[in-house]
């Protein structure tokens, strides 16, 4: 399952629900996911990077609330962030083992490994979050 998906058919009324027992709601997982990724693509390819702190600046204030508006914009710039990083990892002189300049010893692979495991493992997340939260449109298996 894409990121692209997992949110086909969110109800945007529902983006800010916490679901039961969880600290976040819909939309906050995903604007935590479009922030490591887009803080990992900076650590990559900008020239200059600025650490951010975790965990308060990879995840929305808990008081944070999204209209349809803010919902579209974090898809939106997840998908060109990726389409940022796709292109990256596709030009010729890109060297997977080499060490990330911005750095203190990871390799491009290993910061490119951890955005693919950091979304996989939320996406499913979110995944699971629309089953309890009963947000799959009828019929979607």
């Known amino acids: 399952m894409t990121f692209l998906n997992a ?4 109800p945007v009324e529902r983006i800010n629900d916490f679901p039961p027992h969880v600290d ?16 990992i693509l900076d ?28 919902w579209k914009q974090t898809i939106k710039e997840y998908k060109k ?3 940022r990083l796709v292109a990256y990892l596709e030009k010729p002189s890109t060297d997977l083992v080499a060490r990330v300049k911005n750095g203190d010893g990871q ?3 290993r910061e490119l490994i951890m ?5 996989s493992y939320h996406i499913g997340e979110f995944a699971i979050l629309r089953q309890i939260m009963g947000t799959w449109p009828k019929g979607h298996k």
Request: charged share 35%.
């Open 7 to 10: 949110v086909e058919n969110f």
């Open 81 to 83: 962030d990726l389409d």
């Open 43 to 70: 650590f990559l390819v900008e020239p200059v990077y600025k650490e951010q702190k975790w965990p308060d600046e990879y995840w929305p204030k808990k008081t944070e609330k999204a209209d349809e508006k803010k």
């Open 107 to 109: 390799t491009v692979i």
């Open 24 to 39: 976040y709601s819909p939309w906050m997982l995903l604007e935590h996911i479009r922030i490591t990724q887009k803080d």
């Open 115 to 119: 955005v693919i495991d950091h979304t």
